[in-house]
């Protein structure tokens, strides 16, 4: 859902911004529990990222949106999710479910974010995965510096 408004993330830095992207991807949840999500099956997933800070870098931004889009949709579009070393048929909290999706978007985002020198944060992860179905991830506020 591009264009659409997000739920707010609470922070107090003066700058926020917003990246929407999309990517399409297969995968399939390796859990009977799952039902028919067992099958190898497709998504156009829909990300917003949200990424705060107080300090810009040398060119004036908080991140290059073209490097957040390189991040995500460089790596997710086009595969199958469950061969990306970031989940795992065999461990249930690696299970590439939305929210699992959420979460490793968060940490491929944080951490290049940290090898800038403005030190922006992520704050919010919003993926899309059917037109009636999104997850929201937060990190938890202890890891943050607010
Ligand atoms: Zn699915």
Aim: glycine share 4%.
């Amino acid at each position: 859902m591009l264009q659409q408004i997000y739920p707010q993330a609470q922070h107090d830095y003066q700058y926020e911004l917003n990246k929407d992207m999309q990517f399409a991807a297969a995968h399939y949840i390796p859990s009977e529990k799952a039902g028919v999500c067992q099958q190898v099956h497709g998504h156009t997933y829909f990300v917003n990222v949200t990424i705060a800070g107080d300090e810009l870098d040398d060119t004036g931004f908080l991140v290059n949106f073209a490097k957040l889009k390189k991040i995500v949709h460089g790596k997710f579009d086009h595969t199958l999710l469950n061969d990306h070393a970031s989940f795992d048929d065999q461990n249930p909290e690696k299970f590439p479910t939305t929210e699992v999706v959420a979460k490793t978007i968060y940490e491929m985002i944080q951490k290049e974010l940290d090898e800038l020198p403005n030190k922006p944060k992520c704050v919010q992860v919003f993926v899309r995965e059917t037109p009636t179905s999104y997850v929201v991830f937060r990190p938890k506020k202890e890891k943050k510096s607010w």
